[in-house]
């Protein structure tokens, strides 16, 4: 089936660095790519979304950018702060093939003082 | 109340209890869905509902048993689960129901099967 594979698992920076959580999908008619954060013990919430008629988009200190030919895309954090820390989930849609939402298995980011 | 908001919260319940899991949607929204979510997984889709008709059961088990009695109320009634069924399960809802659009979660209802 369509899935979604996201890199790394768990993530540890300096408060300040810049952290990069990269995922890959299979279904190559995906043209929605979301990124969710949760908070610990709080809900999966949108941070920043692209199509794929765009190459990247920048939201301040967060930034996604799509690769279509290789079928991958990336959530960049830079100056990163300690309320960064958090679980995050990339997630590929779109596609007239499944018609719903396939998320990867999250990364955990924390983020030292 | 405006948002998604599920009761309860905690649900602790013997494997031959039966209880309920409620969704209440606020934002107008026509698609409604049932997530599962444990840990070190991804979020795993379980069922859809599209103005309040199912389009999808993700190979759920039919302990398991969903209801939608209009676009803003979800149910997932729970009847002789497993241990393995202990998870976090999230209700979200969206505008259209194509995948492409944000979708907006509720907080959870945090579930163990003793």
């Known amino acids: 089936g369509e899935n979604v594979e996201q890199h790394p698992s768990t993530l540890s920076v300096q408060e300040g660095d810049s952290a990069v959580i990269k995922c890959t999908y299979s279904?190559?008619?995906?043209?929605?790519f979301p990124w969710y954060k949760q908070e610990l013990g709080k809900r999966p919430q949108l941070i920043i979304d692209i199509r794929s008629n765009v190459g990247e988009k920048k939201d301040q200190r967060i930034a996604v950018t799509l690769n279509k030919t290789a079928k991958h895309f990336s959530l960049h954090i830079t100056e990163t702060q300690p309320e960064d820390s958090a679980v995050y989930f990339c997630?590929?849609?779109?596609?007239?093939?499944?018609?719903?939402?396939?998320f990867g298995q999250g990364t955990t980011l924390q983020v030292k003082p | 109340e405006t948002g998604v908001t599920q009761t309860p919260r905690h649900l602790v319940m013997g494997m031959t209890n039966k209880k309920s899991l409620k969704c209440e949607q606020h934002?107008?929204?026509?698609?409604m869905y049932w997530y599962k979510q444990s840990a070190k997984k991804p979020l795993e889709l379980m069922f859809v509902?599209?103005?309040?008709?199912?389009?999808e059961n993700n190979s759920v088990p039919s302990r398991f048993s969903p209801e939608c009695p209009n676009s803003s109320h979800l149910f997932l009634h729970l009847h002789t689960l497993q241990p393995e069924d202990s998870a976090l399960y999230l209700c979200?809802?969206?505008?259209?129901?194509?995948?492409?659009?944000?979708?907006?979660f509720g907080e959870g209802s945090r579930l163990t099967v003793l």
């Open positions: 509902y599209n103005f309040k008709e199912q389009t």
């Open positions: 934002l107008g929204h026509n698609a």
């Open positions: 979200a809802s969206s505008q259209e129901i194509q995948g492409d659009g944000e979708l907006f």
């Open positions: 279904d190559s008619a995906s043209n929605y």
């Open positions: 997630a590929a849609g779109g596609s007239s093939n499944t018609g719903k939402l396939i």
